[in-house]
């Protein structure tokens, strides 16, 4: 009986242990992911470089991105004048946490303004990411996107 029930509370215990790791994982993630869509906000690559691995690369409605395809794209619109301000929105679905790897799918909205022709556009895309834990931080490996109408 003894033996039972020092088991059940090491059981319990390693227990909360996993939740509170899973848990922390699972905001660090979402963070993650939250800071490089930035990337498309503030148009900077200092967001890719913080929040990907070198090798990353996003599925993006049936073309292949990488750090050169997104770096291209970023330099155009710097060149670009300004005109419209987005905030991203994210609903995440699930997500999957083995060691040093965590899966997540999650639906991605973004909500674009422009002040000077007083315009609003909603795009949303439903998403799914893979990411490594490299030197104690999540970072994006692959993503894939699908646009929904």
């Known amino acids: 009986m003894k033996k039972s029930l020092v088991f059940l509370i090491l059981f319990g215990v390693s227990m909360v242990g996993f939740s509170q790791n899973l848990a922390k994982d699972t905001t660090e993630v979402k963070s993650t992911i939250a800071d490089f869509f930035e990337l498309f906000v503030q148009d900077d690559m200092k967001f890719f470089e913080k929040n990907c691995t ?3 690369e996003l599925y993006e409605a049936g073309s ?3 750090a050169d395809t997104l770096r291209s794209i970023i ?3 710097q060149a670009q004048k300004r005109t419209w301000k987005r905030t991203n929105e994210f ?3 699930k997500f999957n946490v ?10 991605n909205t973004a909500y674009l303004t422009n002040a000077d022709m007083n315009a609003k556009r909603t795009v949303r895309w439903l998403e799914s990411a893979v990411l490594v834990r490299k030197n104690k931080k999540w970072l994006l490996t692959q993503m894939h996107s699908t646009p929904l109408k």
């Open 54 to 56: 070198p090798e990353f």
């Open 64 to 66: 292949v991105w990488n």
């Open 75 to 77: 330099h155009k619109r």
């Open 91 to 93: 609903k995440f679905i």
């Open 98 to 107: 083995k060691q040093d790897v965590a899966w997540v799918s999650y639906f």
